[in-house]
């Protein structure tokens, strides 16, 4: 760990950690995607050929072999498309790259078109026979994803209806969605004469010197300003988009279908809400100590990142350093999870490259049975950067855990319980760095980033979650949505959270035009809170019953998404269905926070006076 003078020219020894992808394709160019494109198109018509007008009437063992066919053809698409997203993650200005994306979103609706029968024609079978194939031994197996998927019967429409929406979903929402990450993708932020991208300019946002985080967030609002004419209008035409296909689905809320999707039930998501937003106190209390301690009259929104002057605060960790910190970490707690999280290093399995064209953010993605998962991230050193790569490697260990378990019933974790295994990882790697620094003040500041990124994860995404809330309501109940509308009510759930201990100012107001997650997937954040807060309940189950607690959990990773969450976490003794389970992990938070005082006025009593 080393701290440098000059900040932009250090290298992180990421620049060469890229992924290896030929597990898919050579190349862009390489013939054998069209080639396996043709044999899904066959592979569809095949199935079509076999099962269209007779699901309703398979016995267990035809049922069976026809869920393998399908997820033989899901497969091998889902190596074209995962092959195809990735490459363009890498370089969303490459013509290339976007043009595959737009071929291959062209064939998975087409493909989709002559499949949707099946879900369509199973979801019309009656109930009793239906029952009577669930209770079938021989599908055991599959009776989670077949039951699970009767859940969305009263919201399907007929077959050439779905196929329609599927037809205009390339020229529509996907189309629209894939601008804007275009879009986002090439904006560069002036910074004294520097072009910076979305991660390099985020990046100042953390930069000890106040003016350097200053006139960052003036270049990231400059730049939306220049883009919002393009951005409101995507945001307004995609929300729009989505509240005419809740209309003809029925559902109830603009919420209704990520819940659905998310198995979560809304009474859970609501009491998740309430508790959080309840706790807004919690946020107060940290900024207004923070604000103490950096010395400011005020807290102004480009501070809320600034670390404090403190030792440690401007770490710097070299890749290979990063690497170790966390697989030791991992190590520490599970054998088993270090060496799956091994695989990502030594098999080239992460893309941490700060390349200038590539998408901003960090994912993980678990392509299909038949390959493996990748980490997507940028690389610049950072304290943060670690914890990132600790937290998409979570994701990573969890998708193959379940891939190689359940293969594809396993690999699609919901996203509520998807954030699960990243936020332990990450709590994994802050213990084990904390319990070894005996610095108090180095403690302080360690202390002082874990609350900030729990405060990111639980308060900042659920403060978006009201935002969407607002702003999805609004489109429905106003019409189109000006900038300054959309401005309005950004400002109005960011107030909320922060109450009075940070002062938003007005070039604040556009930030939540670059953000994806809104237009991806439309309801995701609250899962951010819904995981951290699992989490840390998670972890104090771990710190009450010590290894005995381990094997429960790598079960539970290994399980993905092959059953219920509250099944699943009912096995390590979580009760996702009661109200005041979040009440736990908040508690855990203001714990923090109060520890963070505590030691913050035993190490600067004379900040206090």
């Known amino acids: ?25 050579s190349s862009l160019d390489d013939p054998q995607i069209d080639v396996d494109i043709a044999r899904v198109h066959q592979m569809a018509e095949e199935f079509a050929a076999k099962y269209k007008g007779r699901v309703s009437l398979l016995d267990a063992e035809e049922m069976y072999e026809a869920i393998l066919a399908n997820e033989a053809m899901d497969d091998l698409g889902g190596r074209i498309g995962s092959y195809a997203s990735l490459k363009f993650s890498e370089d969303a200005a490459d013509p290339k790259a976007g043009a595959l994306i737009q071929k291959i979103q062209e064939f998975g609706s087409a493909v989709s078109q002559k499949t949707v029968f099946f879900e369509l024609e199973w979801n019309q079978t009656d109930d009793v026979v239906a029952q009577r194939l669930l209770e079938n031994p021989t599908l055991a197996k ?32 996907g189309a629209w969605t894939r601008f804007f990450t275009q879009l986002t993708s090439a904006m560069r932020f002036d910074y004294d004469g520097q072009k910076l991208n979305q991660s390099q300019i985020m990046e100042k946002m953390r930069n000890p010197d106040r003016e350097v985080r200053r006139k960052a967030s003036e270049s990231v609002t400059t730049t939306l300003r220049e883009k919002q004419m393009e951005l409101t209008f995507i945001f307004n035409v995609l929300v729009a988009d989505k509240a005419q296909n809740d209309r003809r689905r029925q559902y109830e809320t603009w919420i209704s279908s990520r819940n659905l999707s998310n198995l979560a039930p809304d009474s859970v998501v609501n009491a998740l809400v309430e508790a959080v937003t309840s706790s807004y106190d919690i946020v107060a209390k940290h900024y207004k100590l923070k604000r103490i301690l950096l010395g400011l009259p005020e807290l102004t929104d480009y501070d809320r990142y600034a670390p404090l002057a403190l ?17 030791n970490a991992f190590r520490a707690f599970s054998p088993k999870l270090a060496d799956t999280a091994q695989l990502f290093f030594d098999n080239n399995w992460i893309h941490a490259a700060p390349l200038a064209n590539k998408r901003g953010g960090a994912f993980a993605s678990p392509t299909v049975p038949s390959a493996h998962p990748y980490v997507f991230m940028s690389y610049l050193g950072t304290a943060n950067n670690v914890s990132t790569l600790a937290h998409e490697l979570g994701h990573g260990m969890h998708m193959q855990l379940s891939g190689q378990e359940h ?20 709590m994994l790697v802050f213990q084990d760095l904390q319990s070894r620094e005996t610095d108090p003040e180095a403690r302080l500041a360690m202390l002082f980033e874990k609350v900030e990124d729990s405060f990111a994860t639980v308060f900042r995404q659920t403060a978006m979650n ?46 939540w035009s670059y953000i994806p ?20 309940a998670l972890y104090g189950l771990y710190q009450e019953r010590g290894t005995s607690f381990i094997p429960e959990y790598e079960a539970v990773l290994a399980a993905g998404g092959s059953d219920y969450p509250d099944r699943i976490l009912a096995k390590v003794g979580v009760n996702l269905n009661d109200p005041k389970f979040w009440e736990r992990g908040l508690n855990a938070i203001r714990a923090m926070v109060d520890e963070e005082e505590k030691l913050a006025r035993e190490l600067y009593p004379e900040k206090f006076q």
Do not use: C
Request: charged share 25%.
């Open 466 to 511: 009201r935002f969407e809330d607002g702003m999805h309501t609004a489109r429905r109940t106003e019409g189109e949505l000006s900038t300054e509308r959309l401005s309005q009510i950004w400002m109005e759930t960011q107030w909320a959270m922060f109450q009075d201990s940070v002062n938003l100012g007005d070039q604040y107001g556009l930030w």
């Open 1 to 25: 760990m080393t701290t440098p003078a000059a900040e932009e020219t250090r290298q992180s020894g990421a620049e060469s950690v890229v992924w290896d992808l030929s597990i898919f394709y």
């Open 311 to 327: 030792k440690e605060s401007d770490a710097f960790y070299p890749w290979d350093e990063a690497k170790q910190i966390v697989l």
């Open 407 to 426: 293969g594809f019933q396993g690999l699609y974790t919901p996203l509520t319980t998807a954030e699960m295994a990243s936020v332990f990882a990450e």
């Open 142 to 173: 599959f009776r989670f994803q077949l039951e699970a998927a009767r859940r969305y019967k009263r919201h399907q429409l007929t077959e050439i209806e779905e196929q329609i929406l599927m037809d205009k979903q390339v020229t529509g929402a």
């Open 517 to 536: 997650h809104f237009l991806h997937t439309p309801g995701y954040v609250y899962a951010y809170a819904f995981g951290e807060l699992l989490v840390l």
